[in-house]
């Protein structure tokens, strides 16, 4: 999982893993720590006994064990997506690592953020540099341990892997997570996606009078209304928290290349297929989830036109896609 999330590293991120004083030589501090069944479980320690029960699309994410402060910080940042009932998707329990790290980023190499993963029966575990998560699938509890209480990699380790969550239990409902971002103009939202690089975050830009789901990544769910788009929460460095926790019926996708002129053309089910597939982050390199995945996108490409979208960096491009609808 190595190029999922699609975030480099830098030096700042990590201050003070690298320190050289002498209780740093400690064994294990300057290599990749994975971690083990002490790491988790009922008699490891929490932070607190607060909760905070978050919604978005038919995902429903219990976070327990916060202090006051945590959960306060939280409700600041991502209290429009706070919910009040529905059944809970899973539920995870936070509580401080026993480590500085799990993966080990040297100080002044850049390098694409990593994540590994192992499965063993029901029991998945996913570990980054700042965490370390394991999810008992079946009872859909999981165990964070974070390397900090607050901060930046606090809020990094635990968005990565709420991140992750999300991806894996929206396929049960029929959606999918997708690395586009969702702009709604009129009622309708307008999906855009592509790698890092296409233009996500500047078509976003481009459109500073309309309501903005994501410029990272947009949940893809499936309504008895039809498919619609949705933000999440976990919005990451210059990422923005979505302008709304509302859901909207998708006009289109359309898969960004940068041009000298607009165009814009349909692409064939089979072509939209393998396109929007190679844009589904953190689900692709497990076979179940990446049968799932290309099962629901399937279905999505025969009910939504998908387009080719060529673009300059100007807001001309609305003019096609609003002709069009």
């Known amino acids: 999982m190595a190029t ?10 990590f201050g003070g893993v690298g320190s050289t004083s002498p209780e740093s030589q400690a064994e294990g501090l300057y290599s990749d720590v994975p971690p083990c069944s002490d790491d988790f479980g009922p008699f490891c320690p929490t932070y607190g006994d607060h909760s905070l029960l978050l919604g978005f699309g038919p995902i429903r994410l219990r976070l327990e064990g916060l202090s006051a402060r945590q959960a306060a910080l939280l409700m600041q940042r991502y209290g429009r997506f706070r919910a009040t009932g529905g059944r809970v998707t899973a539920r995870v329990r936070l509580g401080p690592a026993r480590v500085p790290h799990f993966l080990y980023h040297r100080p002044g190499v850049f390098e694409r953020y990593r994540m590994e993963r192992r499965q063993d029966g029901r029991t998945l575990t996913l570990w980054s540099y700042e965490f370390a998560g394991r999810l008992d699938v079946e009872a859909r509890k999981a165990d964070l341990r974070l390397v900090e209480p607050e901060g930046v990699l606090h809020d990094r380790g635990l968005e990565n892997y709420l991140r992750v969550l999300t991806a894996s239990f ?12 969702g702009i709604v103009r009129d009622g309708k939202a307008f999906v855009f996606f592509g790698p890092s690089g296409a233009g996500k975050t500047t078509i976003t830009q481009l459109s500073p009078d309309d309501l903005v789901l994501s410029d990272d990544l947009t949940l893809v769910v499936r309504t008895p209304r039809g498919y619609e788009a949705a933000g999440i929460p976990f919005g990451l460095a210059h990422h923005h928290v979505p302008e709304s926790a509302g859901s909207f019926p998708i006009d289109s996708f359309n898969m960004l290349v940068q041009a000298a002129a607009v165009r814009r053309t349909e692409l064939a089910p089979a072509q939209a297929l393998a396109e929007i597939a190679g844009c589904l982050p953190f689900v692709m390199q497990d076979t179940a989830q990446s049968a799932r995945g290309l099962d629901n996108v399937a279905n999505v490409v025969w009910e939504v036109p998908v387009h080719r979208l060529e673009f300059r960096k100007d807001a001309s491009f609305w003019n096609v896609l609003t002709e069009a609808s």
Request: net charge negative; charged share 20%.
């Open 4 to 13: 999922e999330t699609e975030v480099l590293r830098t030096p700042q991120g």
């Open 170 to 181: 929206v396929l049960e409902a029929g959606g999918f997570l997708l690395h586009g971002a």
